[in-house]
């Protein structure tokens, strides 16, 4: 994730009452609420079902009170959901924790989408899995990271090694502090979608448009386990209880030269349902085991489009837990420094 700051700061500095903004790699829609915050209509494109899911929930309004009714009606009425299971499972989740999540997850795919599903699915999406904690627990797992799912196989052995039970929790109190907190305040009505695509096909940005402004970060070259990294989250969504090493709809990284010609083809789509004079700002770094410099990987991809290159400024390094190279450190090394991109269209 970018810093909610960085998009932000971008749009009230800039942005017109009635611009509509679009971020075309939206993960978990950093650029679509800071819009909302604005009252700007915004639309995200990504393939990974979760950020799609996490994005769509940014944009509804609804209550607590109605998040945590629907969970509960979920929980009573899908009594007999089907249940994973495996040693991963049962270390995971406590068996009745796991019961619930399996009604919750019946009902979320079983009734059809509206602002307070889609707002319980998010929730449940950010407590599936992170770590234990003292006071009040904020998820539903067994010791675990909180921003990727673990391999089963070195989840079982930590867990054992450690010997750590999954504790028993009230799963729906946990729903109500997190509903408390995400939907509780005054934020101003969200205008727009999500599009679950690939943003290399221009059908993906059919439905949406004109814009005024992308912002957006694309994958850093190099960085390309999105899918397998929640695979727990995209289990919930309806996918595969085991692991899915498979990534489609995610931009290939076999070398740098075939990933600025694919960054080439979603500046073109976007450029599509842009207006003239429109702006297009991309965040970009990479990871130093590339050797790849990511200002060239960049200015390549924009090479040859009806975007111009204005200025690129130094955004700094990844810090702690702030930018989307820093979950990797421990298996892939160290982040570059990162950039910001500012071309024009016209
Ligand atoms: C760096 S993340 C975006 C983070 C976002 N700025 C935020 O603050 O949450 C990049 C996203 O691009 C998505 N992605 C990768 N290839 C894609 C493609 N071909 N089409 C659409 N989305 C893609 C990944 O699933 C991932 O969510």
Redesign the pocket.
Known sequence: ??PLDF?LGILRRRASRRDRVL?????????NFAARLLGLESWG????P??GA??SAKLVRTTPAAVVQEAKSMIEDYRRPEIPNGEFWSRAYHPDVLRSLCSLRAGLLERRSSMTRRALRAIVLGALHGPLQKTFPSYFSNQCPRTYAPKPAYAIRYWRKHRMMPPNLDVLAIIQRRADRYYNGNLPEGSGDVIL?????PA?FAASGPFQWVI?????YG?RT??QDQWLRNWFLGGPDTVDYSTP???SHSSAESFAD?LRQ?WENAAGVCRDGATLVI?FGGISDRNADPREVLAQSLHRTAWRLTRVNNAGHARHGRR?ADAFLPVLSRPSTEHDFWACLG
């Open positions: 994730m970018f998009p971020d075309p790699f939206c993960g978990r829609g950093t650029t494109i990504d393939s990974n979760v950020a996490i994005t695509g690939d943003s290399r096909d993906a957006t970060s694309p994958p850093y960085l999105y899918l709809g995610q931009l694919q979603v965040r989307q």
